[in-house]
């Protein structure tokens, strides 16, 4: 610290002292020493530093002044040291544990020297080269050259973190990445031109927002930590700040009772057209079989996807009802972070008993013809050619919707697996005689969620009944 030359200057409060070094020459640099009540880190309450405040005054405040004994600052000078103590008293109120007198880098530099020390982690094998290439690419092209990032890094908070957010979501759409035709990308350590594609100019997703704010949040931690010391640690902000700036989202469309008859004909029309005897085309031809008997029994039974694919020979049972052999599933426990699903037993809807019986006499035929496989208590309800369960028949039903006519309805959302089990609880609302309560268990979820996703067929069901028929 330098020494004092005779007796400093010191505002009215007593938090802010400048003074000059002691030499022959008769002229000095001013220096300033700080006593704020608040630092943590600094039991005596002091810091002294030189006048090197901010680059717009660093060309004025290095040259020298006159040594007075006591010590009469320019104006300039007073006026520097007041906007100091004023910033110093600000980092305390924001909880900083100490002020430094230490240069502060910006957020654009910290995060340049972040990907410096990534680089020097991957030579020396402490973590992998794919890790640096995702952060290397997230900062390199959002946060080193995002203009906003241009300042110190202890400065940065959760209003500017928003800001940066919303200027992210436009990156692409009508952002610096309108104007982009191909990045550079880093393959095999190869650098390679990449086209963007019209898919990519959009708002990023929600998991990829969580993903990259995840990555800049890095940068601030490693920045909070000895030696650098350059700030407190990361920021929080909600990265999906803005609903409308974010991909929609748009509704799975369901099948009304007659449009699925109508499509259940044709898919049944358009396997047929398919078969073959070749070892590929039969392969296919069963694959397509196997989607359509897992639609139709999604339909029969309310099932959600997931909930089908995981049944196995042992979860199905026969039962008597009113004096009829009925099939009934039991229905494990499904794991969502949306909902709670509770286990359950249930049958086929009523208008629906004798296709889910067919559908599962059928199942033991097809898989001993298509692979020579028995169905067993043990073994997946869906298999595949060597035995092992069903991964996922999205692409197969997705062509089956194509050759129908039917991935789209009349206000253009596109269907998938998961309309089987709308059409199915919206035609039990609409035209069922069973409560809520009753429909809700058999799905496996509750009144409110099951009025929240059906309320549009809950109003037709109670706009129907309050109207009195003039033919009753």
């Known amino acids: 610290m330098p020494r004092f030359a005779g007796t400093p200057w010191t505002n009215p409060s007593k938090e802010i002292e400048v003074y000059q070094e002691p030499n022959d020459k008769g002229v000095a640099s001013f220096h300033y020493r700080l006593n704020v009540a608040g630092q943590k880190g600094r039991p005596n309450r002091s810091m002294?530093?030189?006048?090197?405040?901010?680059?717009?005054?660093?060309?004025?405040?290095?040259?020298?002044?006159?040594?007075?004994?006591?010590?009469?600052?320019?104006?300039?000078?007073?006026?520097?040291?007041?906007?100091?103590?004023?910033?110093a008293k600000d980092d305390i109120s924001k909880k900083k544990k100490y002020l430094s007198s230490k240069k502060t880098p910006t957020l654009t530099v910290a995060a340049d020297k972040f990907i410096l020390k990534m680089e020097e982690d991957v030579e020396k094998g402490l973590i992998g080269q794919h890790k640096l290439t995702r952060y290397k690419g997230v900062l390199k092209r959002y946060v080193i050259d995002y203009p906003l990032?241009?300042?110190?890094?202890?400065?940065?908070?959760?209003?500017?973190?928003?800001?940066?957010?919303?200027?992210?979501?436009?990156?692409?759409?009508?952002g610096p990445g309108m104007d982009i035709d191909a990045i550079e990308v880093e393959r095999n350590k190869k650098v390679i031109l990449r086209t963007i594609t019209d898919s990519e100019r959009r708002?990023?997703?929600?998991?990829?927002?969580?993903?990259?704010?995840?990555?800049?949040?890095?940068?601030?931690?490693?920045?909070?930590?000895?030696?650098?010391?350059?700030?407190?640690?990361?920021?929080?902000?909600?990265?999906?700040?803005?609903?409308?700036?974010?991909t929609p989202v748009k509704k799975t469309a369901h099948f009304t009772s007659q449009e699925w008859e109508d499509f259940s004909a044709k898919a049944a029309k358009y396997i047929e057209t398919t078969k073959s005897n070749t070892p590929r085309g039969r392969m296919f031809y069963y694959r397509r079989h196997l989607c359509f008997m897992f639609a139709q029994l999604m339909r029969a039974y309310?099932?959600?996807?997931?909930?089908?694919?995981?049944?196995?020979?042992?979860?199905?049972?026969?039962?008597?009802?009113?004096?009829?052999?009925v099939y009934h599933l039991a229905i494990g426990s499904v794991k969502r972070q949306d909902s709670k699903i509770h286990q359950r037993e249930i049958g086929p809807a009523q208008d629906q008993i004798d296709n889910a019986n067919a559908i599962i006499k059928a199942l033991p035929v097809i898989y001993k013809e298509a692979y020579g496989i028995v169905l067993t208590p043990a073994t997946p309800l869906w298999m595949q050619e060597d035995g092992s369960q069903v991964k996922s028949f999205y692409r197969v039903f997705k062509t089956m919707l194509e050759q129908c006519g039917y991935l789209f309805d009349r206000h253009g959302d596109k269907r998938n697996l998961t309309s089987v089990r709308h059409a199915t609880f919206t035609h039990e609302?609409?035209?069922?005689?069973?409560?809520?309560?009753?429909?809700?268990?058999?799905?496996?979820?509750?009144?409110?969620?099951?009025?929240?996703?059906?309320n549009h067929a809950f109003k037709a069901r109670e706009s129907t009944q309050s109207r009195p028929s003039a033919f009753a």
């Open 203 to 246: 708002p990023p997703a929600q998991q990829t927002k969580v993903k990259e704010k995840s990555y800049i949040n890095a940068v601030f931690e490693w920045a909070s930590l000895p030696p650098r010391r350059w700030c407190n640690g990361k920021i929080i902000w909600k990265a999906n700040i803005d609903r409308v700036n974010t």
């Open 48 to 87: 002294a530093a030189e006048f090197r405040y901010s680059p717009a005054h660093y060309h004025r405040l290095k040259k020298k002044y006159p040594i007075n004994d006591p010590c009469t600052p320019p104006d300039e000078i007073m006026e520097l040291a007041q906007r100091i103590l004023s910033r």
């Open 302 to 325: 309310g099932l959600r996807v997931a909930e089908c694919y995981s049944l196995v020979g042992n979860e199905v049972y026969q039962v008597q009802e009113n004096g009829r052999a």
């Open 429 to 454: 609302i609409l035209h069922g005689t069973n409560s809520m309560a009753v429909i809700a268990a058999w799905g496996g979820t509750s009144e409110d969620e099951l009025r929240k996703t059906y």
């Open 149 to 174: 990032f241009n300042r110190k890094i202890d400065e940065i908070d959760t209003h500017d973190m928003i800001e940066w957010q919303l200027w992210r979501d436009d990156y692409w759409v009508d």
